[in-house]
């Protein structure tokens, strides 16, 4: 008898969990998965182990995380068991099906024509002269195979591009069903043990993790430096692959940021005794040679608001109708954050000048590290990365090509002094000259690296005009002012003395 009324059992749980009536009621999205929150009235289904309330989620859920209470009175849910069933179709998937099939009867349709024009192409091509007509038979055959060959060509090539199109079609859709399905037919049916329910159904709340979910960051910045403010858009661009349409409210969990449009980094300055070389065979440098060769070459609707829900931060985002399968941007907030602009030069690395905006925000900010477009006073500058989590940040907007910097060695040379040649000095001398091709004045701050003394025994001194404005982690700042269409200078000397014995590696100067 058991095993006769087996089967009838698990057609009743399967008719169940179709018929099953369920409402997201809220859903968290992370950038890698989505946490999903049900109502839902399950059927019971008596079996011999007990009553048990049927439902299912999706294939990529992770079913180990599967939360259920009951929120009927009296009600308790017990453990729960699972299994892969195969996927109902949801009114989303079925319409996508529908497109489908449309459009690759379309396909055939197109790919029928073509193949028949090339059918007949190809018998016009074939026709050849048997050589029992007259001249003018013949000529006449000629004109009557190029004018039809030339119509049909025309009309062949026309269809070809048409068949592409449609072939492109069919592969756009079958993409979108995979991406909104998660590439499976099939979903997860859960079992969960109830006591003390009465009736055919019992309303349960349910939580779990699916994957095949997420969201990315985009940014738009774009700075204003006559206006002394940077315009940050935040938008979110999500996808979902759980076969049904999200129409509820949406949360969009952040992850922290880091953030770079920004110039190179400046070497330390390093001015110690010489290690001398252990000699190794040619074999070892040759082949430290080769190892480093290949190393030198949307509309904007309300803002979202942020919460913080504990273990993470989130944005909340209202309710929002997210379909399976679609790739959607929906905007988070806009931002006109206080910016002090200055133009960063590095000479020791080269001429360029790097825009660089000192943002800052009235309150800590949540923007996890995505890709960015990067623009100035409008106009597109480049693309990189941007993030920020507190109220103060550098964002740097590439290279301005109307400010530059120029560098002149004034000094450059060693010697020794004493009356036996007792001390060894060395010096060096720069200008450094900043021209503003703009028709404004400027902020320029240029940064050097200091010389860093490793032996007491070596004597430094240092002279700068103006004087340096900051020495901080190993280098010199100037920060200095140039005028409309001029330039301004900057000149540094660093003097060195130390005993004529004590051999030194003067670093990269």
């Known amino acids: 008898m058991r095993r006769k009324a087996l089967p009838f059992v698990c057609f009743a749980i399967l008719l169940a969990a179709v018929t099953a009536r369920a409402e997201i009621v809220q859903v968290t999205l992370h950038p890698q998965s989505a946490v999903i929150e049900e109502r839902?009235?399950?059927?019971?289904?008596?079996?011999?182990?007990?009553?048990?309330?049927?439902?299912?989620?999706?294939?990529?859920?992770?079913?180990?995380?599967?939360?259920?209470?009951?929120?009927?009175?009296?009600?308790?849910v017990g453990g729960l068991t699972w299994h892969e069933i195969g996927a109902s179709e949801t009114p989303d998937l079925a319409a996508l099906r529908a497109r489908l099939k449309a459009a690759v009867a379309e396909r055939d349709t197109a790919k029928a024509s073509v193949e028949a024009m090339e059918a007949q192409a190809g018998f016009w091509k074939n026709v050849r002269l048997d050589g029992s007509g007259t001249a003018d038979a013949a000529s006449k055959l000629a004109t009557t195979l190029g004018e039809n060959l030339n119509a049909l060509l025309g009309r062949l090539?026309?269809?070809?591009?048409?068949?592409?199109?449609?072939?492109?079609?069919?592969?756009?859709?079958?993409?979108?069903?995979?991406?909104a399905t998660g590439g499976s037919d099939t979903a997860i049916e859960v079992r969960a043990a109830v006591e003390g329910a009465g009736g055919k159904t019992v309303a349960l709340r349910l939580a779990y993790a699916v994957a095949g979910c997420g969201w990315t960051p985009a940014y738009r910045l774009d700075a204003e430096p006559g206006k002394s403010s940077v315009e940050i858009v935040f938008e979110a661009v999500m996808s979902q692959s759980t076969g049904r349409e999200w129409n509820a409210p949406l949360r969009l969990a952040t992850t922290p940021p880091m953030v770079r449009l920004e110039p190179p980094a400046l070497p330390q300055w390093i001015i110690s005794p010489r290690e001398e070389a252990m000699p190794r065979p040619l074999g070892a440098a040759r082949m430290t040679m080769d190892a480093a060769a290949p190393m030198a070459e949307s509309v904007m609707a309300k803002e979202a608001v942020r919460e913080d829900y504990g273990a993470y931060a989130a944005w909340d985002m209202g309710v929002r109708a997210v379909p399976p399968g679609e790739e959607m941007s929906l905007p988070v907030r806009r931002i006109s954050a206080k910016a002090e602009f200055v133009h960063l030069l590095r000479p020791m690395r080269g001429e360029e000048a790097y825009l660089k905006a000192r943002l800052t925000l009235p309150e800590a900010a949540s923007m996890p590290r995505g890709p960015a477009r990067f623009l100035v006073d409008g106009a597109m500058v480049g693309e990189g990365a941007f993030g920020l989590e507190d109220t103060e940040s550098d964002v740097f907007f590439g290279t301005d090509p109307l400010v530059s910097v120029k560098t002149e060695v004034l000094t450059k040379g060693s010697g020794e002094r004493g009356l036996f040649g007792r001390t060894r000095t060395h010096a060096w001398g720069w200008r450094f000259t900043v021209?503003?091709?703009?028709?404004?004045?400027?902020?320029?701050?240029?940064?050097?690296?200091?010389?860093?003394?490793?032996?007491?025994?070596?004597?430094?001194?240092?002279?700068a005009t103006p004087e340096i404005t900051e020495q901080r982690d190993g280098i010199a700042s100037w920060r200095i002012a140039v005028p409309a269409r001029g330039s301004a200078n900057v000149t540094w000397n660093v003097d060195l003395r130390a005993p004529a014995d004590l051999e030194l590696d003067l670093g990269r100067r």
């Open 40 to 76: 839902l009235d399950a059927p019971l289904v008596t079996t011999p182990s007990g009553t048990v309330a049927v439902f299912t989620v999706p294939r990529a859920t992770d079913t180990s995380g599967i939360r259920v209470r009951a929120e009927t009175r009296g009600v308790a």
């Open 157 to 179: 090539y026309v269809a070809r591009e048409d068949l592409a199109k449609k072939d492109k079609e069919v592969a756009r859709i079958e993409e979108k069903l995979a991406r």
């Open 435 to 463: 021209q503003n091709g703009r028709a404004v004045p400027l902020a320029a701050l240029i940064e050097e690296p200091l010389p860093l003394v490793r032996d007491e025994r070596v004597e430094l001194t240092i002279k």
